[in-house]
């Protein structure tokens, strides 16, 4: 599985941006996804998930009721939309994929995308 993310920039405190990771190569439908981010000089850090059905999702508590996971399993598409951003999410985005559901937040996961800069400005 290829994933590619997009849709990283630079955007004021109390700004959006939609984050996109478009899968390729396998059954997009039966994986579980999730972004991540890391920041420097920190850990990577999961975001949110989003079970294969899209029924499901799930979300760390730092990012809860600001961020949406979604996914587009006709267009093999996963989003994070991402509302009042705050100079803290400040940090490079992953998307990843697992081949089995998600549950959590919490998962290893087996294929990664190439990273997406965000950067929220003061």
């Known amino acids: 599985v290829q994933l590619q993310a997009s849709g990283g920039g630079l955007v004021q405190a109390g700004g959006s941006l939609r984050l996109s990771c478009a899968a390729s190569?396998?059954?997009?439908?039966?994986?579980?996804l999730g972004w991540f981010r890391q920041a420097p000089g920190k850990e990577r850090e999961s975001v949110a998930a989003?079970?294969?059905?899209?029924?499901?999702?799930y979300y760390a508590d730092s990012v809860k009721g600001r961020f949406t996971i979604s996914r587009d399993n006709a267009k093999n598409t996963v989003y994070l939309q991402m509302n009042s951003l705050k100079p803290e999410d400040t940090a490079v985005y992953y998307c990843?994929?697992?081949?089995?559901?998600?549950?959590?937040?919490?998962?290893?996961?087996?294929?990664w995308g190439q990273g997406t800069q965000v950067t929220v400005s003061s």
């Open positions: 990843a994929a697992r081949v089995a559901d998600v549950v959590s937040i919490l998962h290893q996961y087996d294929y």
């Open positions: 989003i079970s294969w059905s899209g029924y499901n999702t």
């Open positions: 190569g396998r059954t997009f439908s039966r994986f579980g």
